[in-house]
């Protein structure tokens, strides 16, 4: 965590700062966020609740079939007492796959597909409701490139974008979550796999790298150097050629 990071300060901060969005957009009515049963997802629809109010922010379940930890996202949505609705991307995604019919389509071609069918579903929605699209990744993640182009990194705006994951869950200890919410240990729930343990480093040491160019560790350095270098295109703008 950075040295000069008042967590009750940046929490007002963010949550004055989703007010401004707002008011600066007056045709959205609202936020509409992806509820994952994760601490970010968590945490930023409790911002957006303190900034916009319950009425204004509308959460959308979106299980691909069977959610192990479903019982969580709908617990974030009580107890918040947002307005919600449970879309299962199963058929979606599964009808996709029989489409392509490629039967060498790799793993990770199938992993990011939910996320981009879980994107396409928040637009629809939020486009019928004129809602704007909540992201919810972290700068943890997105340094790395823990994240999918056009899926889960595809939003209007982002509360939490700078923010890394000890900053994230120590705003979620401010807003007054309950802890095991807050620090639930992140997993991607397509891979059976926590985060930590698919990237092969943890976020403590992704963390240091950023705040003070190593996390102590040389070849844990080199592996994160070289993901944030391979997923740059991630966060860049598409190029285009331009006419002189």
């Known amino acids: 965590m950075r040295d000069n990071f008042d967590v009750n300060k940046e ?3 963010i949550i004055n700062w989703i007010k401004e969005y707002f008011d600066n957009q007056p045709n959205a009515k609202g936020a509409i966020i992806g509820i994952s049963g994760g601490k ?3 945490i930023v629809a409790k911002l957006l609740v303190e900034a916009l109010g319950k009425d204004r922010v509308f959460g959308v379940l979106m299980p691909n079939g069977d959610q192990k930890d479903i019982s969580d996202s709908l617990r974030v949505v009580k107890l918040l007492e947002i ?3 449970i879309v299962n991307i199963e058929k979606a995604y599964n009808g996709l796959l029989e489409g392509i019919n490629e039967e060498d389509l790799s793993i990770d071609a199938k992993i990011n597909i939910p996320p981009r069918l879980r994107m396409a579903t ?5 486009s019928n409701i004129h809602y704007r699209v909540c992201g919810t990744g972290n700068k943890s993640e997105g340094f790395v490139g823990y994240t999918t182009k056009w899926g889960d990194n595809a939003f209007d705006f982002n509360p939490i974008g700078d923010l890394t994951t000890e900053e994230v869950i120590a705003v979620g200890d401010s807003l007054g979550l309950p802890y095991e919410l807050v620090h639930k240990t992140p997993s991607d729930g397509l891979t059976g796999q926590s985060d930590e343990e698919k990237l092969g480093f943890s976020y403590e040491q992704i963390n240091k790298y950023i705040e003070q160019g190593s996390c102590g560790d040389i070849e844990i350095d080199k592996k994160i150097k070289l993901k944030n270098e391979y997923n740059r295109h991630k966060t860049e703008l598409p190029v285009k050629y331009i006419v002189i």
């Open 122 to 126: 928040l637009y629809a929605l939020g």
């Open 11 to 13: 929490s007002k901060n």
């Open 83 to 85: 307005k919600y609705k």
């Open 40 to 42: 970010d997802s968590t």
